[in-house]
């Protein structure tokens, strides 16, 4: 069961909206581009060739033919599968197209040729920062400028690194609000918990009666109850074959009535003699005090004011 205030502190540390800069173009969901198939031995004429096509891209690049340039690369790309400046020549114009996820495509198979491919970070970057992916951005671009720097690059990280910035320090707000939320729901249930002792121990202990004990493990019990509570107890040893006990018998029982947030036990040594011997019982009636199930102080035969005075000095501390 949720504790009262729980659900409202959930609503507290949701995940907010970062205010982020820079363009997030909406990803191209086309089908992917064709690639080369990197099983096809490569001759040097297909080699050449590409090459050829390679440059008829760049130049169309140039004048701003993006769809041209895709062709002709794309060209490149089947007859010279291995190169990784292709790949990444081409998801260079992608990035242009503002087609990110076919610029992603070309990057990543750039980078499976050539682990150092400078271009194929870049362009990965510059595509992962228009899909608002701005970590992984920060990533390739700083991949990019450590292999080959450029101003481009320069320029992009301006452009993404503040976003990351403020990524990290939400991040850190919500881990910080989350341990707060953890903190304050461990504080919660530890308090559900003692309330649930609380309840449990007031049920066990009778108040303004005197409690017979039956059993070693019922003693137990009862004296946890009372620790828990932080309650006085008071462990009353009779027999039923003693005088004395007969006659502070109602006495002890008025003074449950009279005492009742003091828990008032009895034991029959004939019943539980292994109790008796446990606490070092020689005569009866005999009574201990205890707190936290240790013994403070003692009374010894049927003296009634005895009682009285160690339940005015104890009972109120």
């Known amino acids: 069961?949720?504790?009262?205030?729980?659900?409202?502190?959930?609503?507290?540390?949701?995940?907010?909206?970062?205010?982020?800069?820079?363009?997030?173009?909406?990803?191209?969901?086309?089908?992917?581009?064709?690639?080369?198939?990197?099983?096809?031995?490569?001759?040097?004429?297909?080699?050449?060739?590409?090459?050829?096509?390679?440059?008829?891209?760049?130049?169309?690049?140039?004048?701003?033919?993006?769809?041209?340039?895709?062709?002709?690369?794309?060209?490149?790309?089947?007859?010279?599968?291995?190169?990784?400046?292709?790949?990444?020549?081409?998801?260079?114009?992608?990035?242009?197209?503002?087609?990110?996820?076919?610029?992603?495509?070309?990057?990543?198979?750039?980078?499976?040729?050539?682990?150092?491919?400078?271009?194929?970070?870049?362009?990965?970057?510059?595509a992962k920062a228009m899909l608002g992916k701005w970590e992984d951005a920060a990533h390739d671009l700083h991949m990019a400028a450590q292999l080959d720097y450029d101003e481009?690059?320069?320029?992009?990280?301006?452009?993404?690194?503040?976003?990351?910035?403020?990524?990290?320090?939400?991040?850190?707000?919500?881990?910080?609000?989350r341990k707060e939320r953890d903190m304050k729901k461990a504080d919660m249930e530890k308090q559900r918990k003692h309330a649930e002792e609380i309840s449990a121990a007031s049920a066990a202990l009778k108040d303004g009666n005197v409690i017979a004990i039956?059993?070693?493990?019922e003693l137990e019990t009862k004296l946890k109850a009372a620790s828990s509570l932080s309650r006085l107890v008071v462990l009353y040893f009779t027999a039923g074959w003693c005088g004395p006990c007969r006659f502070i018998g109602p006495v002890y029982q008025s003074l449950a009535e009279k005492h009742r947030n003091v828990v008032f036990l009895k034991v029959d040594i004939d019943e539980l003699n292994s109790v008796a011997h446990l606490w070092n019982v020689s005569s009866v009636p005999s009574f201990f005090f205890l707190r936290n199930g240790k013994e403070i102080d003692k009374v010894v035969g049927a003296d009634k004011n005895g009682l009285e005075r160690k339940l005015a000095q104890h009972g109120s501390s």
């Open 1 to 126: 069961m949720a504790m009262a205030g729980e659900s409202s502190f959930e609503d507290e540390i949701m995940e907010s909206d970062i205010e982020l800069d820079g363009e997030v173009v909406e990803a191209d969901n086309d089908p992917p581009q064709k690639m080369g198939d990197p099983s096809v031995e490569i001759s040097d004429e297909k080699r050449d060739e590409a090459q050829l096509c390679k440059k008829k891209g760049i130049d169309a690049l140039s004048e701003g033919k993006l769809d041209e340039a895709i062709e002709h690369l794309t060209e490149a790309v089947i007859l010279n599968p291995s190169s990784a400046i292709v790949y990444a020549t081409r998801a260079g114009v992608f990035v242009k197209a503002k087609k990110p996820n076919a610029a992603v495509r070309d990057a990543d198979a750039a980078l499976k040729i050539n682990p150092d491919s400078a271009k194929g970070y870049k362009s990965r970057g510059m």
């Open 152 to 177: 481009e690059i320069g320029t992009e990280l301006k452009k993404v690194e503040p976003n990351v910035h403020k990524i990290e320090e939400h991040r850190k707000k919500y881990e910080r609000l």
């Open 214 to 217: 039956h059993s070693s493990s």
